[in-house]
């Protein structure tokens, strides 16, 4: 059984920076792509970022690009999220997610997503 854990959210000022951490949990957690999510309030589940197996390949929506960076420490079994200049729209529930269908593809659909945490709020105040 994999457990994804969530933490790192809260309030910060918009331009600010916050890192989000994913703790997971199961045997075979560091061989399959892992994603990040948003969902705001009225709106559908997005993709942030995902990072394949081995951190060798990541995805970036455009909105987060140059500024969100994803990576993973397998050994540790640990997913990140660095978040930086952050604005008002950013404002979202963020998840972690596993897909351990794929090791290398990346897919932005949520439902590819098998394995999911509970959420952690990031909200950014003008």
């Known amino acids: 059984q994999v457990q994804l854990v969530e933490s790192g959210g809260g309030l910060v000022q918009a331009g600010g920076s916050l890192m989000l951490s994913c703790a997971a949990s199961?045997?075979?957690?560091?061989?399959?792509?892992m994603g990040w999510f948003r969902q705001a309030p009225g709106k559908e589940r997005e993709v942030v970022a995902a990072?394949?197996?081995?951190?060798?390949?990541?995805y970036y929506a455009d909105s987060v690009k140059g500024r969100f960076t994803i990576s993973r420490d397998n050994a540790k079994k640990m997913v990140y999220l660095q978040m930086n200049s952050l604005k008002v729209e950013d404002t979202a529930v963020y998840y972690c997610?596993?897909?351990?269908?794929?090791?290398?593809?990346?897919?932005?659909?949520?439902?590819?997503?098998?394995?999911w945490g509970q959420g952690t709020q990031v909200t950014v105040s003008s």
């Open positions: 199961g045997r075979t957690v560091g061989s399959y792509v």
């Open positions: 997610a596993g897909d351990p269908k794929r090791q290398v593809l990346i897919t932005t659909t949520p439902s590819d997503y098998d394995y």
């Open positions: 990072i394949s197996w081995n951190g060798g390949k990541t």
